[in-house]
């Protein structure tokens, strides 16, 4: 089966698309023939992305200036889409990397903000747009493997991208009826501008060494996860929470 075919021609909404795995998913996308809409805060970095990708062949790539934190953004960017897109990307996503009893109130609020209501608030308002449309589409949460297991000094990030595998699983049970599937990828680790700098470290080599199949991820790696969920390569699945590590999460205790 040909993924990259099944997403040909097709809207894709990515957020956080300024940067990192959002950048490889928008031209992933993109060098496979589908229509992207890239929203991010860097509205600049978009910009040249799009660019880029149209010179590359993207049948369009299209920049968007979002706040995922902003409520009222997020309905107006939803509502300023041309078309109700066939494929929502919920990528953008921050860490705040302290120990528990470190970690502010702001920083909190801030992870929680743009990890969960954002995705939620987003998920909501395109899935609006779908109903008045009378159609369906797919929704791809990127979620964590630290959204099933835990590590030191990263608590709220680990607790946003729990309850984001929650999110996931009660948008696809209410929204299952209407033809929206909602799927979330849960990638281990693969090095970007979120933990570049704790891979630079002596704990971050450490950890390295910890993954079963001994290497950081790369950004391709997720490629056939993501257009599996991304597509209707699978029309019957659901609410699945799919991690994709190099065998991180079955590491020995
Ligand atoms: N890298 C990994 O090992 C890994 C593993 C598991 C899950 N993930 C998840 O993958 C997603 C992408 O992370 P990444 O590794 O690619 O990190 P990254 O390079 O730091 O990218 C994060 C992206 O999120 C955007 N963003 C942050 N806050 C935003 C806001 N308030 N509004 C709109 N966009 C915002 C950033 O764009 P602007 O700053 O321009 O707004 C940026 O494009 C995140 O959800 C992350 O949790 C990453």
């Not at 494929?87 to 929680?112: E, K, M, R, Y």
């Not at 002596?202 to 001994?214: F, L, Q």
Request: charged share 20%.
């Amino acid at each position: 089966m040909d993924l990259g075919a099944r997403i040909a021609g097709k809207h894709v909404v990515v957020t956080g698309a300024s940067s990192g795995l959002g950048t490889h998913f928008a031209t992933l996308c993109a060098r496979h023939g589908a229509n992207v809409i890239l929203a991010a805060r860097r509205l600049d970095r978009l910009e040249a992305l799009a660019a880029d990708l149209r010179r590359a062949g993207a049948a369009s790539a299209t920049a968007y200036a979002l706040d995922v934190t902003d409520a009222d953004a997020i309905a107006s960017f939803v509502a300023a889409l041309p078309e109700a897109p066939d494929v929502l990307v919920n990528n953008a996503g921050i860490s705040a990397a302290a120990p528990a009893l470190d970690t502010s109130v702001a920083d909190f609020d801030a992870v929680t903000a743009t990890n969960l209501r954002g995705p939620f608030l987003l998920a909501v308002e395109t899935a609006r747009r779908w109903r008045a449309a009378g159609r369906g589409g797919s929704i791809v949460n990127i979620a964590s493997i630290l959204g099933l297991r835990v590590a030191g000094g990263v608590a709220s990030y680990a607790v946003s991208k729990a309850a984001i595998r929650q999110m996931n699983a009660a948008l696809a049970l209410e929204w299952a009826r209407f033809g929206i599937r909602v799927n979330a990828l849960a990638p281990g680790y693969i090095e970007t501008d979120i933990n570049a700098d704790f891979f630079a470290t002596p704990a971050g080599e450490a950890m390295v060494k910890r993954i079963p199949m001994r290497r950081l991820g790369r950004p391709e790696d997720l490629d056939a996860a993501f257009l599996l969920l991304a597509t209707d390569a699978a029309p019957w699945m659901t609410g699945v929470f799919l991690p994709v590590d190099g065998g991180h999460l079955v590491s020995g205790l």
